[in-house]
Nanobody
Framework: VQLQASGGGLVQAGDSLRLSCAAS????????MGWFRQAPGKEREFVAT????????DYADAVKGRFRISRDNAKNTVYLQMNSLKPEDTAVYYC???????????????WGQGTLVTVSS
């Protein structure tokens, strides 16, 4: 399983970015997928998840109302649309896939390499 994250960059506060996570080796529509982030000097934290059905999406309080997770089954890709970015959103963003299909366990076993998002004030 490979997860290739992309789309990060340097933006100004208030701007938008869309991160992509292209999966190979497994079909994203069968697995709960998530985005996490790790800011400099901090531990990795949860950002958003989308259930394997696509019917349930969860967000961290810090991004609720600004970020949206989605999935394109035809492209086997998961996205994170980030709007109204703030300097505190600066982090390396990782996509992840749970290990078991057709369920949600909260256990992410496969991780992408991360893409850096830097938001300047």
């Amino acid at each position: 399983v490979q997860l290739q994250a992309s789309g990060g960059g340097l933006v100004q506060a208030g701007d938008s970015l869309r991160l992509s996570c292209a999966a190979s080796g497994r079909t994203v529509s069968r697995y709960t997928m998530g985005w996490f982030r790790q800011a400099p000097g901090k531990e990795r934290e949860f950002v958003a998840t989308i259930s394997w059905t696509g019917g349930t999406r969860d967000y961290a309080d810090a991004v609720k109302g600004r970020f949206r997770i989605s999935r394109d089954n035809a492209k086997n890709t998961v996205y994170l649309q980030m709007n109204s970015l703030k300097p505190e959103d600066t982090a390396v963003y990782y996509c992840a896939m749970e290990g078991r299909d057709y369920t949600t366990t909260g256990k992410f076993e496969y991780w992408g390499q991360g893409t850096l998002v830097t938001v300047s004030s």
